[in-house]
Every structure is written in structure tokens, then in C-alpha cells.
């Protein structure tokens, strides 16, 4: 089972029954189960996307849930809401230029390497293969490898392809375009979330009025009503709602956000995950996805984090792949893809891309990820109080010397 730090002595018992432990205590520091929930939701989206990327048509989950959601978007919202979960914790313990810096280090490297890995080692490899001059690949601008990169450096999606890569592959036919990796649009969302919880930070939201959290959380829930209700309507009371991939990740991320801000009230216990998990389901497959089903899914997800078996816990304790599977998986697919894979079937397909998948991320892991973690406590990850207590000891410094001058010397 679970166990908790030793500055929470709860006994063994009630950890089992949720009696009197709080949720922050069942999830305290790396004796949880959030590294393997995150690798299964990232390969859960390896699952969705065998669908469209070989060929096999929709994913069946659009049908059983009514047009509520597919098995990646719940696999995604679940991703959303553990980072609302850890990154309202990061804002509060952190400085907000800590903050950003931590969470620039850990978003970008990984994104550019796979951005950089697809323009130029995949992208050459497939056109030298066709035998076509690599001259004619390399080219400046718009539609070449270099204007890919500079395209969506910035996490906002650009650029999904290089001049007509992959545009026979049974994705590459459906939407009739060079297509290398179509998940990677999300990332500008967690990116414009993590912004957001660095507002809430730096004006003292999360210090001293975390009420307001909530209350976010539920305006995105009243968005996702309206947008439902009148989905025209919502871009003319706030053009940013007229996205709807805003609501519902933006309101994923919230529900986790506000599970994180008051962890330490809310109770982790069995009757309510098991509560949780009824509700997600019922939901999923009667209505009410959207209201309901993601906050009961939120819990659902950190509930299990506390409450799957303890052996599961070193599972990306130390070594995070999760992050690599998820920015690797389509652009794997869509290799295999290309290579003729999917002719084998759905399940050969979706089989073949997960260990190439999870090598790919092993390698962005310990050659980039890790790497640039290390850097967390280095420059801009001092903190405002180091820098500040330097810049006073350098002013203190210079006017001792200043004193100390013989007047009448320039």
C-alpha cells in the first residue's frame, strides 16, 4: 500500500480506509504511483492514434461515449489534471521566476530535440531513401526543415509538416498534407496554463486567496455548458472560450489545480474514489462528461496515484519517460506508417510503435530532460531572494568603497 513521509505519521490502517488521511498526505513527495499513471496515459494515446495514423478509421471510444470524447482526450485530460495538481504545488513553493524557469527547462529541451529529430534525421532519412537529392530537402523558408523548426519553436504550432513527407501514409491521405507529429499542439496549451498558474503566484492568489482557484474551475465548468448550450456565443463573450480545447483542458487542468491547492482538506478515501470512478464512467457513456465526469475523473486519477500498489511506486520516480512517449509516439506511428506497418493490423501496428516509442523517450530522458532538470537550482532558479541579497550585498560593497575614498579624488 501507500505509504507516507515520516513527518505525516499516519497509521498503516487508515491509509488502507482513507480514514483521516488527506489527499496531500497519501500523494507526499515520490511515494506515489503518478509516474506510471503518466506512462499509461501516454500510451494510451499511442492506442488513439493507431486509429486515424494506420488507417483503421475512428476511434471506437467517440462512438461509446456519444461524441463526449476519445480514449486520447480522456488519456490527455488525465495528463492535464496531474499537472494542474503538481504545478499549482511548484507555484506555491517557488518564487514565480523559479517557477517559470523550472517549467521552461522541463517543457522546451524535450521539444526542441523532437522537433530538431524529426526535421533532420527522420526527415532526410525518408527523403534519401526515395532516392530524391537531400540538396532538394534541405531547403530555407516555409515548408523545408529549418522553417519546421523555426515554425513551432515557440510551442505554438506552425508547421505540421516537411514539403511532402508522409502525404501517401493513410493519415497523410486523410487530411491530404505532410503530417510528422500532430500531438505536440497541446504543449502550447500546458504552456499557457503554467502562465496562468504564475499569475495566480506573483499577485498572491495561491498565498492569500485560493478561493479563486475554485472558482476558475468552475467558470470553466459554466463555459463548457454554454459552449454546448450556444457554442456560437462564446468567442463573443470571450474570444479565448471559442477554442473549445481551452475549456476542456483548461478546466482539467484546473480541477487539478484546485485538488492541489487544498489537498491537505480533501480527504483521500476509497468510498470517494470508487465514487469517482462510477461517476467518470456513467458519465462518459450517458452525458455529462463534461461537468461531472472530468472532476470525478481528476480524483479518480490522483486517488489511484495514492492507492495503487506500493512496488508500482518506482516507476518514474527517478526517470520520467512519460514526457518522451508522449512527444514520440505520432511521429513513430506515422514512420511505421510510411514503412507500410499498419497493412499487419490495428493491434500489430499499435505494438510495433510503442517499444520504438519508449526508446526514443529512454534517450530524450538521460540526453536532454534529465540534463536539463539539473539546471533547476542554477540562474533564474535561485530565486528572486538570492539574486535580490546579491544585488544589495554588490550595492552595500560599492558604497563602503565609495566612503572609503580620499575626498578630493576623481
Not at 486515424?52 to 495528463?79: C, H, I, K
Not at 505554438?156 to 503530417?179: C, R
Not at 478561493?211 to 457554442?231: D, E, K, N, R
Request: charged share 10%; hydrophobic share 50%.
Amino acid at each position: 500500500m501507500v505509504s507516507v513521509s515520516s513527518t505525516t505519521d499516519v497509521p498503516r490502517s487508515n491509509l488502507l480506509r482513507g480514514s483521516g488521511v488527506s489527499l496531500g498526505e497519501a500523494l507526499d513527495g515520490h511515494r506515489n504511483s503518478l509516474g506510471v499513471l503518466r506512462l499509461i496515459l501516454a500510451s494510451l494515446v499511442i492506442v488513439d492514434h493507431a486509429f486515424p495514423l494506420g488507417g483503421f478509421g475512428e476511434d471506437p471510444f467517440w462512438r461509446y461515449t456519444n461524441g463526449q470524447t476519445s480514449l486520447g482526450g480522456l488519456a490527455v485530460g488525465g495528463f492535464f489534471a496531474v499537472s494542474g495538481y503538481l504545478i499549482v504545488k511548484s507555484g506555491v513553493a517557488t518564487d514565480v521566476v523559479q517557477f517559470l524557469w523550472r517549467r521552461a527547462i522541463r517543457i522546451f529541451p524535450a521539444f526542441w530535440g523532437v522537433l530538431v529529430f524529426a526535421a533532420f534525421v527522420v526527415g532526410p532519412s525518408v527523403w534519401w531513401a526515395e532516392g530524391r537529392p537531400l540538396g532538394e530537402y534541405f531547403t530555407l523558408g516555409p515548408g523545408g526543415p529549418f522553417g519546421y523548426v523555426t515554425a513551432n519553436w515557440t510551442l505554438s504550432i506552425g508547421a505540421y509538416g516537411i514539403h511532402d513527407l508522409f502525404v501517401e501514409t493513410p493519415y497523410g491521405q486523410t487530411v491530404q498534407a505532410s503530417v510528422l507529429n500532430g500531438s505536440l499542439w497541446t504543449l502550447a496549451y500546458e504552456w499557457g496554463f503554467y502562465l496562468l498558474i504564475a499569475v495566480l503566484a506573483v499577485s498572491a492568489v495561491l498565498a492569500r486567496a485560493r478561493i479563486v482557484v475554485p472558482a476558475l474551475t468552475g467558470a470553466f465548468l459554466v463555459a463548457h455548458v454554454a459552449s454546448v448550450v450556444a457554442p456560437d456565443r462564446m468567442g463573443a463573450i470571450l474570444p479565448l472560450l471559442a477554442d473549445p480545447q481551452v475549456i476542456f483542458l483548461g478546466t482539467a487542468f484546473l480541477v487539478g489545480s484546485t485538488l492541489g491547492i487544498y489537498s491537505e482538506r480533501i480527504a483521500y478515501d476509497d468510498r470517494l474514489g470508487i465514487l469517482a470512478a462510477v461517476v467518470l464512467i456513467a458519465t462518459m457513456f450517458t452525458g455529462g462528461f463534461a461537468v461531472l465526469g472530468i472532476p470525478a475523473g481528476g480524483y479518480l486519477v490522483l486517488y489511484l496515484a495514492a492507492r495503487l500498489p506500493r512496488w508500482l511506486q518506482w516507476i518514474g520516480a527517478k526517470n520520467d519517460y512519460s514526457y518522451g512517449v508522449y512527444v514520440y509516439g505520432f511521429l513513430v506511428q506515422q514512420c511505421l506508417a510510411y514503412l507500410g506497418v499498419f497493412r499487419a493490423g490495428y493491434v500489430l501496428f499499435t505494438l510495433a510503435a510503442v517499444p520504438i516509442t519508449f526508446f526514443l523517450a529512454w534517450l530524450s530522458w538521460h540526453v536532454i530532460e534529465k540534463r536539463a532538470l539539473a539546471l533547476k537550482n542554477w540562474g533564474p532558479g535561485k530565486g528572486i531572494a538570492f539574486w535580490r541579497s546579491r544585488w544589495t550585498s554588490r550595492s552595500r560593497s560599492a558604497s563602503t568603497d565609495a566612503s572609503a575614498s580620499p575626498i578630493g579624488v576623481e
